[in-house]
């Protein structure tokens, strides 16, 4: 973990209230995971938003082993975003990170099937380009489900397709591609032995989760929370654990011991 002041390279629109943004800084020595988050500060000099806000990273500039740069993609939905939707490349970003613990690529899985919707599919991108050249996973054992509610508020489908992978879309008013959701998909898609990994709204998570506990696959979750401090400290993003019955309940924070999740973890 570092904190950073980043420069921004590119902040551009990518779908319906939908913005890609590169943060540059001076490379520093990092293993950066995809799931892990980054915490922002949008305006360094002022105190007023005072919190800063998580974004999973995208992608990730390296170096020779250094990391030098972030990519993130965010939604449009409150007062800070709203304000980094106004910043120009060279201006100033502070930047903490990289933050939590990411994905874990099952090693012996038949394929890897990472089913995102909205602006979760970001952190299932990076997953993708780190199983094709980190882990040397075949371009033909990772598939892309990407759902969103409708097709001006999808997003990544061509970074996916960019990397050679197999990429099944839906979208829930059927503007583009097939309706439906992108369980539907997942159920059609998924195989005995394949790996899910998923990030997306919670409605969504819920499904996913109990869609792989019936067809008994593994399946990682990334949870999204509000954070105060992203450290662990404050203890705002905690997530119930799965305990067993009559044990007292068992939380966890989403900053520090997630934001990813074994589902067998999860109630």
């Known amino acids: ?9 590119l902040n551009r629109r990518e779908a319906r209230n939908t913005y890609r943004m590169r943060v540059a800084f001076e490379p520093f020595p990092a293993r950066v995971d995809a799931g892990q988050f980054i915490h922002v500060r949008a305006l360094p000099s002022e105190w007023d938003p005072l919190l800063r806000r998580p974004f999973s990273i995208m992608d990730a500039g390296e170096e020779g ?14 007062r800070v975003s709203g304000l980094m939707t106004e910043m120009q490349p060279g201006a100033r970003l502070d930047v903490l990170g990289p933050l939590g ?7 012996d899985a038949g394929r890897h099937l990472l089913v995102g919707g909205g602006v979760g599919v970001p952190p299932l991108y990076f997953l993708a380009r780190q199983l094709l050249s980190r882990h040397q996973v075949a371009a033909d054992r990772v598939v892309a489900l990407v759902g969103a509610r409708s097709a001006d ?7 996916f397709r960019a990397l050679g992978i197999p990429v099944r879309v839906s979208t829930d008013d059927g503007t583009a591609f097939e309706k439906g959701r992108v369980t539907d998909l997942m159920r059609r898609e998924a195989r005995p032995g394949d790996a899910i990994y998923t990030c997306g709204p919670e409605g969504m998570l819920h499904a996913v989760v109990a869609l792989a506990r019936d067809l008994q696959l593994s399946c990682q979750v990334s949870v ?3 954070m105060g401090c992203g450290l662990g400290a404050c203890k705002t993003c905690v997530v119930d654990m799965r305990v067993p019955p009559g044990a007292p309940p068992k939380y966890r924070t989403t900053c520090r011991e997630g934001p990813v999740f074994d589902a067998g973890d999860l109630p």
């Open 1 to 9: 973990m570092k904190s950073v002041q980043g420069r921004i390279t």
């Open 101 to 107: 613990h990411g994905y874990r690529p099952v090693p």
């Open 224 to 226: 999204e929370r509000n």
């Open 153 to 159: 508020l999808l997003a990544c489908v061509d970074d």
């Open 65 to 78: 082993g250094n990391v030098s740069s972030w990519d993130l993609l965010y939604l449009v939905q409150g």
